[in-house]
């Protein structure tokens, strides 16, 4: 799988992204050896770029990983590390949280930052992404912590997550690099990005969304709300027919709306990760793309 950079100002990543929030929940478990595993298929499959966030697993998923990487620290120099800071979660592992809350102060970010990088047993982040935008977040205080800690060597590239355009266009005025993406939900069943300017905006600029929750995160697999169905049958229909499966038929979607997402994988199974990255070369066309997209609101377009 080749690579990509995301913006002009980004690394280059995988086409598809292994996303870590997940990481502990797994059912056969998360020692290293399990961990490895995963890492492995997605390496094996052209995967090479892992999503991070400091509060994943009750802020235990960046350590996990980390200790994998200890043991084998010839994996650094074949992926790519992304991670995310700035959402503070109650937490026996944060007592000094009394509710769930934003922090976007320089030294905060800073702090999560070197917290990070001791975690994950590495000396750089590849990408630090801002995770949430708040009401008090300061564009300038933060952006001068993001080019600080680009030239004190602590992280390569910045971007942000869930942000608006109106928010990504104030934080990108006071940085000195530019945002290298906006990470954002985008499934049938969240359709906000794609209409409220959010995606419109990143190809005007020819910045690559980084796509989170593409399954909508299983509701499309089990859910029994009216929305989740239809978007179910419709997917159904288009995988028989096409002789794939449902989880594919969703990447191929996104895949091709002209944004050119990264998607991000959430699974724990090695078998799915690996077949994930086939939707590369099974295609859709707009008729399929339109099936589901009117199952997703309920509606056909106007």
Known sequence: MKKKALSKDSPKVSSFIYGCWRLLDDPEGADVPRIRQKIDACLESGISTFDHADIYGGYGCEEAFGRALKEAPDLRKHIEIVTKCGIMLVDPARPENRIKHYDHGGNHVIKSVERSLKNLNVDVIDLLLIHRPGPLMDPEELGAALDHMRTSGKIKYYGVSNFTVSQFKMLNSCTERKLATNQVEMNPLYQEPFLDGTLDYLIQKQIRPMAWSPTAGGR???????????????????????????????????????????????????????????????????????????????????
């Open 220 to 302: 499309i697999f089990n859910d029994t709300s009216e929305a989740s169905v239809r978007v179910r049958d419709a997917v159904q229909e288009i995988a028989a027919r096409y002789g794939m499966e449902m989880d594919q038929v969703l990447y191929s979607w996104l895949l091709m709306h002209p944004s050119n997402p990264a998607i991000i994988l959430g699974t724990n199974k090695p078998e799915r990760i690996r077949r994930a990255v086939e939707s590369k070369t099974r295609h859709l066309d707009k008729q399929d793309w339109y099936a589901i997209w009117s199952a997703g609101n309920g509606q056909e377009v106007p």
